[in-house]
């Protein structure tokens, strides 16, 4: 493996492996506060309209919603082995972890596609076929943060899933450059998981009783 | 971190996951929210801590890790303590299309 | 026959590519005073308009929806292109890396596409006014901003959310580069006050900004799909629009005044040849001032149908945020108390930053009180209010420091009586401006009209008597400071007799700031009766 070389604004390797961890992590901090602005306003309008909106929440699939978080959950375990053995020296093991990584990561979009799908069939979809006359106006409100929630997070997946893929492809050739690439993205997939543990209870388990 | 540790993690991570769907079928009220939310935050915990190596890390990481959910607090908890004392009579829906 | 020039970080590589490709944060200021520099000039021109119209009573420039998409510019261009920019990116970037002992930020790549975001967001919302505009106010208000407004509302939201990422990354720079980078001996209570304030300043932009973002998309989505997010009509609160802005954009402001204050933390101690009284103090009411600014952007709602409970929290939060402000005005006058004072330009500047700002924050305090802003909401006492601070307050600071720092960044200096004349010029100007708004306001006159009743006239022709001065004074730094750069006088390194590590090199830089990284081993501020002692070891 090729030596790891130091930028020149670094002292030490140590320095700059501490500075770009705390880069991500700063990235990570807004988006925190990227995703946590849409839930802000959703718990807003969770008080506000009160009963009506934890009623539209029944009408997500809670059981394809529990299975991608399964999905997703395990694409993490996967990438934290890949991390793991990647630190470890190892080239083959990390590639396959990697590999199970993005795989899991694109049935995860299948499934949601999946569910939008339905969604467009039972009229479900803002701006495009919502049934207002059916469901309500405050049921429209709850689906428009389902639909811009769950396509924002599914963007950052796929955005994520690139990244894996081609930090597959780098250590498998050997292009990786050593240092500290694989843990940062491990660190960004992982924070793409945290957000849809937050988002799943928020849009599923709501309104599932009485 | 071990191969041990994290599939430990993952495998408290599934049962968490059978938790929380199985606790919102149970009627408990208002309490479901914050059982589904508790139980979320531990799986996030279990994600930080582990996967993503807070428990190892410097005190310095851990803050730039809090920050961010911190502030996320602060927003939430402000804005809807307007929410919650609104006194304003709401129109019903269907008179005001 | 001149002795050949040494290397700097101007000269050292040339060609335009050597520029526009540049990851030397020096260069890249250069740049980004390139670009506040013209949106500056767009904004003043639609702020020339605005007071042109206002002279008289009657529209004489155009329908009242041309005057609607004049003041939206103004306000977007002013707040997103140029003040929220204007310190952290230029002086900012210029001397972080200096004043901590580094050679660049963290992540010079990074700050190059900080850059080019700008630019990038600048041009598209340039597009949408130069298109026809928006008319919605910079605000953005729902539902008029989604379902009646005419315009280019979508193009001039995406500018503002691609250049909003370009202040995320600014931000994360600054704060990694301040955490990680240091000098040896460099520790956090030795760093000059103007540190303190950019890594303040850049907490609010990394927290504050993703709000912004989100903000829009959903602003944007409800524009572009015609889905009722924030429509009563279709459901929606129009309030809950008003708390997602504000979040973001109260903190914005002190987006726009911490990095001032840490000019003047900076420029008073230099010219009262005295340390700065109470640092701890000073640095600490820096961190406080981003903290509770997070806490108090209900203030701009209090009329909007927030609840009373809501309203009564925001108040008394609207209260506290000043004081760490007051502290530091007073601890920048005891600085000042038997000092060596000296009345070059950046301390002429720094005078009018503290009385004018004391001003606008004292009128803050009166807006903090319900009963008083249920009267005087979205008149022109709120106008002169923020353009006090805005103005009177960051604009002042940006001088300040430009004065200041511009021996370093050009190694020219430039015609001292120049440049105090063109301060005093544009304080008076800026009083005859924007005090007449405070009476304005207070008799009634709401901001926003286009036209009013005739006896607020005599008030408006002060104010525009005041802007046209002001606009001199604004005008006459292009002029000498463009003389100095083609035949000032060379600079020494430290011109000023100030203490901080950017004073130890030369004047330019050469492009890795230090021959040798240097070893701090005291304090800023030091000066033995007016005399500096550099923090450094061979100083």
């Given at each position: 493996?090729?030596e ?5 604004q670094y002292s030490?390797?140590?320095q700059?492996?501490?500075?770009v961890?705390l880069?991500m ?7 925190v506060l ?5 839930i802000?306003?959703?718990?807003s309008?969770?008080?506000w ?6 009623a ?7 059981a394809l ?5 399964a999905?997703?959950l395990t ?10 053995t990647?630190?470890?020296?190892s080239r083959?093991a990390?590639v396959?972890w990697?590999?199970?990584?993005a795989?899991?990561?694109l049935?995860?979009v ?11 069939q ?12 059916r ?5 429209e409100?709850?689906?428009i943060?389902?639909?811009c929630a769950?396509?924002?997070h599914a963007?950052h ?7 894996v893929?081609w930090?597959a492809?780098a250590?498998?050739t050997g ?7 694989t843990?940062l993205?491990g ?10 543990i937050?988002?799943?209870?928020l849009?599923?388990?709501a309104g599932?009783n009485? | ?7 430990r ?5 599934l049962?968490?996951?059978?938790l929380?769907?199985?606790s ?6 208002t309490?479901?929210?914050?059982v589904?939310l508790?139980i979320?935050v ?7 801590l ?7 890390s410097?005190a310095l990481?851990r803050v730039?890790?809090a920050?961010g959910?911190?502030?996320l607090m ?8 307007d929410?919650t004392?609104r006194?304003d009579?709401r129109?019903p829906?269907d008179?005001?299309? | 026959m001149?002795?050949?020039r040494?290397?700097?970080y101007?000269?050292a590589?040339?060609?335009i590519?050597?520029?526009l490709l540049?990851?030397?944060h ?5 740049l980004?005073?390139a670009?506040?520099t013209?949106f ?8 020339t308009?605005i007071?042109?119209e206002l ?7 155009g329908?009242?929806?041309f005057?609607?998409?004049?003041f ?9 292109f140029f003040?929220?920019p204007?310190?952290?990116t ?14 660049d930020?963290a ?5 190059l ?6 630019i ?5 919302t340039i597009?949408a006014?130069?298109l026809?505009?928006?008319?919605t106010?910079w ?6 901003s ?8 979508i193009?001039?939201?995406?500018g503002?959310f ?5 202040s995320i ?5 600054f704060?990694v580069?301040?955490?990680k980078?240091?000098?040896?001996g ?5 760093l000059?006050v ?7 300043t ?12 989100m903000?829009l ?7 572009v ?7 009563p009509?279709?459901?929606?609160d129009p309030?809950?629009?008003q ?7 109260h903190p914005?402001?002190?987006i726009?005044i911490l990095?001032s ?8 101690p230099?010219?009262?040849g005295?340390p700065l ?16 600014g997070?806490l ?15 309203s009564?929290?925001f108040?008394f939060?609207s209260y506290?945020?000043a004081?760490?402000s007051a ?7 005891a600085?000042m108390?038997?000092?060596w004072i000296?009345?070059?330009a950046?301390?002429?500047y720094?005078?009018?930053?503290i009385g ?10 009166m807006?903090a009180?319900?009963?008083?802003d249920?009267h ?6 709120v106008?002169a209010?923020f353009h006090?601070?805005?103005v009177?307050g960051?604009?002042?600071g940006?001088?300040?420091g430009l004065h200041y ?11 001292d009586y120049?440049a105090?004349?063109?301060?005093i010029l544009a ?7 924007f005090?007449?708004?405070f ?5 009634g006159?709401p ?8 006896e607020f006239q ?13 606009a001199?004074g604004?005008a ?12 000032g006088?060379r ?5 000023w ?10 004047s330019?830089?050469?492009t890795?700031n230090f021959p040798?990284?240097?070893?701090v081993?005291?304090?800023?501020y030091q ?6 002692c550099v923090q450094?070891?061979?100083g």
């Amino acid at each position: 493996m090729a030596e790891e070389t130091l930028g020149f604004q670094y002292s030490t390797l140590q320095q700059e492996r501490e500075t770009v961890t705390l880069g991500m992590w700063a990235f990570l901090a807004t988006e925190v506060l990227f995703f946590g602005a849409l839930i802000a306003a959703y718990f807003s309008y969770r008080i506000w309209f009160g009963a009506e909106f934890i009623a539209a929440a029944k009408m997500t699939k809670v059981a394809l919603g529990t299975a991608n978080t399964a999905v997703l959950l395990t694409s993490s375990a996967c990438m934290a082995m890949a991390v793991t053995t990647h630190e470890a020296g190892s080239r083959r093991a990390p590639v396959l972890w990697l590999t199970a990584t993005a795989l899991l990561g694109l049935s995860f979009v299948v499934i949601k596609g999946t569910e939008w799908f339905l969604e467009y069939q039972e009229h479900l979809v803002p701006a495009l076929n919502f049934d207002l006359a059916r469901h309500g106006g405050v049921a429209e409100i709850f689906f428009i943060f389902y639909f811009c929630a769950t396509g924002l997070h599914a963007l950052h997946l796929l955005i994520g899933i690139c990244l894996v893929c081609w930090l597959a492809f780098a250590i498998g050739t050997g292009r990786l450059k050593p240092g500290s690439t694989t843990r940062l993205i491990g660190l960004y997939w992982h924070f793409v998981d945290i957000v849809w543990i937050f988002l799943f209870p928020l849009i599923y388990l709501a309104g599932r009783n009485g | 971190m071990s191969a041990g540790t994290i599939c430990r993690c993952w495998l408290a991570l599934l049962i968490l996951l059978a938790l929380t769907t199985g606790s919102a079928f149970i009627p408990l009220g208002t309490a479901n929210l914050f059982v589904s939310l508790g139980i979320a935050v531990t799986k996030a915990l279990i994600v930080l801590l582990f996967f993503m190596e807070l428990k190892t890390s410097s005190a310095l990481v851990r803050v730039f890790a809090a920050a961010g959910f911190f502030w996320l607090m602060i927003m939430i908890a402000l804005t809807t303590a307007d929410y919650t004392h609104r006194t304003d009579q709401r129109v019903p829906l269907d008179q005001v299309r | 026959m001149h002795a050949p020039r040494s290397q700097n970080y101007l000269n050292a590589t040339v060609g335009i590519r050597s520029w526009l490709l540049t990851t030397d944060h020096k260069r890249i200021a250069l740049l980004y005073f390139a670009g506040i520099t013209f949106f500056f000039l767009i904004g003043g021109i639609a702020a020339t308009l605005i007071r042109l119209e206002l002279i008289t009573p009657q529209p004489d420039l155009g329908s009242p929806d041309f005057y609607n998409r004049l003041f939206t510019m103004h306000g977007i261009i002013m707040v997103w292109f140029f003040l929220i920019p204007s310190i952290p990116t230029t002086m900012g970037n210029f001397m972080i890396p200096l004043m901590i002992g580094a050679r660049d930020l963290a992540f010079p790549r990074l700050n190059l596409l900080s850059w080019y975001l700008y630019i990038a967001g600048g041009l598209i919302t340039i597009a949408a006014l130069l298109l026809g505009g928006v008319d919605t106010g910079w605000t953005f208000y729902e539902p008029y901003s989604t379902f009646y407004a005419t315009g280019y509302l979508i193009l001039a939201v995406f500018g503002i959310f691609v250049a909003g990422f370009s202040s995320i990354l600014t931000g994360l720079n600054f704060i990694v580069t301040v955490h990680k980078l240091r000098a040896p001996g460099m520790t956090w209570y030795r760093l000059p006050v103007f540190v303190w304030s950019t890594y303040a300043t850049s907490l609010i932009l990394v927290l504050a900004t993703p709000v912004l973002a989100m903000t829009l998309l959903m602003l944007l989505a409800e524009r572009v799909l015609h889905v009722g997010i924030f429509s009563p009509q279709l459901g929606g609160d129009p309030l809950l629009f008003q708390h997602m802005f504000w979040f973001y954009s109260h903190p914005a402001v002190y987006i726009m005044i911490l990095p001032s204050m840490g000019v003047i933390s900076e420029v008073v101690p230099c010219f009262s040849g005295k340390p700065l009284f109470g640092y701890y103090f000073v640095v600490w009411c820096s961190i406080a001032i981003a903290a509770i600014g997070f806490l108090v952007w209900g203030h701009h709602m209090f009329v909007a149908g927030m609840s009373l409970y809501a309203s009564l929290a925001f108040s008394f939060l609207s209260y506290l945020v000043a004081v760490p402000s007051a502290i530091k005005v007073f601890n920048w006058v005891a600085t000042m108390h038997e000092g060596w004072i000296r009345f070059d330009a950046p301390m002429l500047y720094a005078f009018g930053f503290i009385g004018l700002f004391t001003i606008g924050g004292l009128t803050g305090l009166m807006l903090a009180a319900l009963a008083v802003d249920v009267h005087v909401t979205d008149t022109y006492f709120v106008v002169a209010h923020f353009h006090y601070i805005m103005v009177g307050g960051a604009v002042m600071g940006f001088f300040a420091g430009l004065h200041y720092w511009w021996p370093k960044i050009s190694g020219r200096l430039y015609p001292d009586y120049w440049a105090r004349f063109a301060a005093i010029l544009a304080f008076f100007g800026f009083n005859l401006t924007f005090f007449p708004q405070f009476i304005l306001g207070y008799l009634g006159m709401p901001r926003r009209y286009q036209s009013y009743p005739p006896e607020f006239q005599i008030w408006n022709v002060l104010s525009s008597a005041g802007a046209s001065i002001l606009a001199v004074g604004y005008a006459l730094p292009l002029f000498y400071l463009a003389w100095s750069i083609l035949k000032g006088p060379r600079a020494s390194a430290d011109p000023w007799g100030a203490t901080g590590l950017e004073w130890t090199t030369s004047s330019p830089p050469p492009t890795e700031n230090f021959p040798k990284i240097p070893t701090v081993i005291r304090p800023p501020y030091q000066y033995d009766q007016g005399v500096p002692c550099v923090q450094s070891k061979d100083g």
